[in-house]
């Protein structure tokens, strides 16, 4: 065997549509241990002030025993997980559904991930197709801490495999609020919002009202590819400029992500955990250099039963400079090209 | 209401000169818990040296029972609480004075900050004005950590608001030698030069000796956001690039200080932990692309009361690649261009 | 005495040539305590994901009570530590031999470093010599956690100093797999190859086999100066652009290696811990702009006393974007110029 064949058989090939099937399980390699280094990470990577992820006094007066991890973190991590087993040959990252968080990740945790195919759908093209995945992060309990739905269009390696049959999964549009599952002991009746650094209450905001975060960041390469591969993310395409003709780096979508979580800060202090992921797309790609600015609209709110606890259901928009708030698709229902992100979730807010 | 009035009344646009009061007392947001990721990142961002605060075990044989926080990360992290109320409208950050560092941080410790308005002075163009603030950082204990004064130049959002009594505060030009603050427990009498770095005590530094710390380092976007992110400081010109014609970044006055100080070590090594900060000027801007050297001036030497710990008075200076050591100003008093930063400060050295 | 001559005596010269003496020994200063926040930024900084250092639970299934340090840590701490004593005026990094990690390094650890000169040779220009150091690294209990020998070409001071006595260590070209030394209770017999990552265990690899690493990494300056600044690394020349006509900063060799060693994790998950260095050359200078991609070459296997417990002998080579696998010097012996590194170690495998 010449060496280079044999040499290829270690290394990971990613998998491609074909071997995907609808109930098969994969074990996610590489668990890790999270704790106060990453979250220093966090806050030198984003903008990031929510109070309850920044002081462990805050954190005590709502309830929690110590600060808990940014919940991004807990995302980012297990998201990396899956990456050498999901993405690896995916052309594109469609999009998330049925994203829920079941508990806090405290430093000293150690995540694992595991997900389950429950959706393939060859495309017409014959090249390609969709591999829907239901994920989940455990930590060392083997407490379920996050789950949620991605799909993603991978490249077939054999175009001749047979397609299978479509199994298209059908996914809520939006998580019950009714279904959200709190951090335990969570308690806002004495919610300082003085510390928390803005005065706005759930009953502060109106449906459909529409938030300019204001603030922007221009992107480094150095400051993306440290944050991808803090979550041990090895998508080639964020790391190398050889794969391009035009020898840039794709900045990963968690980036942007985060990115514009933390921006939202300005106006949204108080939305302070997330909880649910309804939905998300990477309207288009994200470059170092591009400017990120976002903007929210709030799209409903509900309440809980914990003590003054509330939720708000948030639509958060990342775009690249323009500053054109609100606009997100065109005529044809195509994302605005200065569109980054578009995503949809909910956070605790107190009443 | 339009949108985006709506949405504009949820963000912070800052304070205005015309919003300020002599008296008025400004509890500062989001506070934050400070341990060994921000440390390790510290060490990350600056050539920092300082044996006490690299090594837990040599802090013991001073006394300490742990490495503390450096100085600076007390500083960064309590100066970064106050932007949102002081700087986000200012045109310049006019100087500090009687800065004092109570008691050390340690890793673990959530600190909070807290401003009185102590002057007010409108400027004869009437478009600006100047504001003197008395900022307090406080431990979760409520344990008094730093307190420092700091005067900015704001822009009036009403260039009609009548001007205030002008009100400027009498300053201490330098914090007297006899009411610095020593860490409980501090000794240097079996202090170890060797694995300190230098051998030179105080008695081997002559007021007026100037020390030219040889080193330099050039500055690289990635770096400064992520410092000044780290400590929550919110101000925009860090890390957008759209407001300015040139897109370019202006650096954190703060990051060139701890960028001098860490440079000092070499020459410097000795001066283990900075007690109070006399004052200090951003004498030129600094931007990415910048290599920043750093000289320094004996000022002065004083005993303590800690056995073997002396005090050693500073005039630190941070300058833009040019290395002529000692020149500062002009014939007419005005810094050189060269020079990025000018600050006098106190820093205990073994006797 | 003028101010400029004075200055210059409190800084750090380095040590020449003529500075050396075999037998003399070196306790370098500025010891270091390592923590959970090293470790998020070693992830951060290079795309780590051997199991035991990224999982306390994976690691206590191997019989260790946490995730010790990644051993390329313990390396860089100790390494940056003699850099003011041994390679600031270096010319160049000669090579390695005989290096061996005694045990590993835990969170909380504070690590000192010593060198004892071992050897010294003159160059026949007379403006150069080669100086072999022995450097053991120490925990704040005295124990040694690794030692290496290592030798550099250092300048001259006065070209008129007489030249030394040669002596030439004889240096071992590779460590016996007998006297490895491993950590204390490590045991592969129940070892998670899912959870690790791939299912190659020692038998699957064969003597002379080649294995591309497939991934790459673009360097970036803000990267490589993190990195080398993290371990208290003072060379002047990897963050000084001023020094060079190009303005080029040269990148820190052992930078090449994390990143290597790093990137060697697909086709070698389960090369776990590195216990010896055998040799290792910096081929080529490394700069930003850069992308480095690694193959591996098994040397050699072995058995060891631990219950489950390989070693494997791996060349591990860094290039530069070229991705000629397998070819390493031209027929003159001499690197060829797109080889970055060649090192050579001895790993932990599951049998």
């Known amino acids: 065997m010449p060496k280079d064949q044999?040499?290829?058989s270690k290394t990971n090939p990613g998998r491609f549509f074909e071997d995907y099937s609808v109930g098969q399980v994969i074990e996610h390699a590489v668990p890790r241990t999270v704790s106060g280094g990453e979250r220093a990470l966090y806050h030198a990577l984003y903008?990031?002030?929510?109070?309850?992820?920044?002081?462990?006094?805050?954190a005590r007066a709502c309830g929690l025993h110590e600060s808990p991890m940014d919940d991004m973190i807990t995302f980012h991590t297990v998201f990396g997980k899956t990456v050498p087993d999901v993405s690896l040959n995916a052309v594109a990252n469609l999009g998330y559904a049925e994203g829920r968080f079941h508990r806090p990740v405290w430093p000293g945790d150690t995540l694992r991930a595991r997900s389950e195919v429950i959706g393939l759908k060859q495309n017409s093209s014959g090249k390609t197709g969709v591999v829907y995945v239901r994920t989940e992060g455990h930590n060392q309990r083997g407490q379920l801490v996050l789950e949620y739905v991605r799909w993603v269009m991978v490249r077939k390696?054999?175009?001749e495999a047979p397609a299978p049959e479509a199994v298209v999964p059908e996914l809520s549009?939006?998580?019950?609020?009714?279904?959200l599952i709190l951090p335990e002991g969570l308690d806002f009746s004495g919610y300082d919002c003085t510390l928390a650094g803005e005065p706005h209450r759930?009953?502060?905001?109106?449906v459909g009202e529409v938030i300019d975060h204001v603030d922007g960041v221009t992107i480094e390469e150095a400051e993306h590819m440290m944050a991808t591969r803090l979550w041990q993310n090895t998508s080639k395409t964020h790391f190398d400029v050889t794969p391009r003709a035009d020898r840039r780096r794709l900045i990963y979508g968690g980036h942007v992500m985060s990115m514009a979580r933390a921006l939202s800060f300005n106006g949204l202090a108080n939305a302070q955990m997330i909880v649910a992921i309804n939905g998300g797309s990477h309207a288009n790609p994200c470059f170092a250099g591009d400017t990120v600015r976002a903007w929210s609209e709030v799209l409903d709110t509900a309440e809980t039963a914990a003590p003054g606890?509330?939720?708000?259901?948030?639509?958060l928009v990342a775009v690249n400079e323009d500053r054109r708030v609100g606009e997100l698709k065109d005529a044809e229902g195509k994302y605005l090209p200065h569109v980054l992100l578009d995503?949809?979730?909910?956070?605790l807010m107190p009443l």
């Open 173 to 179: 549009r939006v998580v019950d609020p009714a279904t």
């Open 202 to 206: 759930l009953g502060d905001y109106a």
């Open 157 to 159: 390696n054999d175009v």
């Open 309 to 315: 606890v509330g939720a708000i259901r948030l639509r």
């Open 6 to 8: 044999r040499s290829a």
């Open 343 to 347: 995503l949809d979730y909910w956070a």
């Open 47 to 58: 903008p990031a002030r929510h109070a309850i992820q920044s002081s462990d006094e805050f």
